[in-house]
């Protein structure tokens, strides 16, 4: 044999247990840097109340077998499960096509098919340096019918819906309250509808979205519009809709 075939099968020989070596040393860091799935908890609540837990894998959807029971509920609709107790749209998720990578709570949204009547009385809160706002002074110390002026009355058209035209000015700010008391304010986060152009969101002393004040950026002639659940304020609906330039010719005097 030739020294040339010598070598050139020891290298041969050389270069197949390398590969060889590599395969299995391959193999074995695969192995090694693989770790179990982790084990996660989702929670199903109506409200207040847990309807049950689900155990599942992170990273991977859920079988709806699982869980659809909880998706049903005597006189009410199921609209849906949120990652959010007031069922905001973007937190809405689908567990059998959604995964999750850590323990989740998700709220249903149950429609009741009959609410019940809201009998309290809402009204517009706030402050204005021009408007009628400026005699409302943020549900001051007011008559009766001083604070008709600033209430949200049934429209009819709906059960539970409410509304108030008023005029609002750049820089006036409100909230939405019952029974003239700061118990259960609505705030900025709480309008379901709002353009962004005429309102904002001008903070407050609640540290949250939904009991910030809604400053006016735009004058105009707006109508309120309220509808509630009494039994489930999640539910409840708010919108800001813009009619026209102010009406009132006059500035409201000090």
């Not at 709570?105 to 340096?129: N, P, Q």
Request: hydrophobic residues 35%.
């Amino acid at each position: 044999m030739g020294k040339r075939s010598f070598f050139t099968k020891m290298l041969a020989g050389s270069m197949t247990t390398m590969l060889v070596i590599g395969s299995l040393s391959g193999c074995g860091s695969s192995k090694a840097a693989g770790k179990p799935a982790e084990e996660i908890t989702v929670t199903f609540m109506n409200q207040d109340e847990t309807l049950g837990t689900v155990t599942g894998t992170a990273g991977e959807a859920l079988d709806k077998a699982t869980y659809e029971a909880y998706e049903q509920a005597d006189g009410a609709e199921f609209n849906g499960w949120f990652e959010t107790p007031s069922f905001v749209e973007a937190s809405k998720k689908d567990p059998s096509t959604d995964t999750f990578d850590k323990d989740t709570t998700l709220y249903g949204d149950f429609r009741a098919e009959a609410a019940a009547e809201d009998t309290r009385h809402w009204y517009i809160a706030g402050t204005s340096t021009k408007g009628s706002l400026q005699v409302n002074n943020w549900a001051a110390d007011l008559s009766d019918e001083e604070k008709a002026e600033f209430e949200l009355v049934p429209t009819g058209v709906n059960a539970n819906e409410f509304s108030l035209t008023i005029d609002l000015f750049e820089g006036d700010q409100f909230q939405v309250i019952h029974d003239w008391s700061w118990d259960g304010q609505k705030g900025f986060g709480k309008f379901t509808d709002i353009d962004e152009t005429q309102m904002k969101n001008a903070g407050g002393l609640g540290g949250t979205d939904d009991t910030a004040n809604v400053e006016v950026v735009v004058d105009g002639n707006y109508t309120i519009t309220l509808t509630t659940n009494p039994d489930n304020q999640a539910q409840d609906t708010l919108s800001i809709v813009r009619n026209s330039d102010p009406v009132a010719t006059e500035e409201v005097s000090e």
